[in-house]
């Protein structure tokens, strides 16, 4: 879906925050490729964190993501004139966090939660649909969140019944 009121290019901080740096523009798979960067990055990240903090600075980074990002995907979908551009990522990034709280960073749990958040944001189970139609960059990243709170009730489900060690 295009607007043609696209004229003026985003900001250059706006088009890093909102293709994550880049990842966004990677082919196939995009937001995959957002998702699994972020996997990676906090997988390493999470190694200098103490066990008993980590939980709180993801929750902190995804805060941050989701107050970042929904002012860069604004811009630079209302720039592009397209309503959610496929190299905008940084709503994956924010998804994908919510789906790594408190799990341990070990290969299995980090693939499952990878898994379950790229599940739920392709299928967008109720209300993740209904929530895409919330304007502009708001849209973009708070569908992201909702598939990534699914992923961390699930995740957490089978962390705490055993079923994923």
Same mark, same amino acid.
């Given at each position: ?48 964190? $103490? ?9 902190? %980074? ?22 959610? $551009? ?29 898994? %379950? ?8 189970? $109720? ?6 139609? %919330? ?31």
């Amino acid at each position: 879906m295009t607007d043609s009121k696209a004229t003026v290019p985003p900001r250059l901080w706006a088009t890093l925050i909102a293709t994550f740096f880049g990842i966004g523009h990677l082919r196939p798979g995009p937001g995959t490729c957002g998702s699994a960067a972020t996997v990676l990055l906090w997988a390493a990240l999470a190694h200098f964190i $103490p066990p008993a903090m980590r939980a709180l600075v993801v929750i902190a %980074l995804a805060i941050i993501v989701i107050l970042i990002g929904i002012p860069a995907a604004t811009e630079v979908a209302r720039a592009t004139g397209n309503k959610d $551009p496929q190299f905008v990522v940084i709503d994956e990034v924010a998804g994908q966090l919510i789906a790594l709280i408190a799990i341990p960073i070990a290969w299995k749990p980090l693939l499952a939660g990878f898994m %379950l958040f790229r599940m739920f944001d392709i299928l967008k189970p $109720p209300p993740v649909r209904q929530l895409e139609k %919330l304007p502009a960059g708001t849209g973009i990243v708070l569908d992201d969140v909702a598939a990534g709170i699914y992923a961390l009730v699930v995740m957490q489900f089978l962390l705490r019944s055993s079923l994923l060690k």
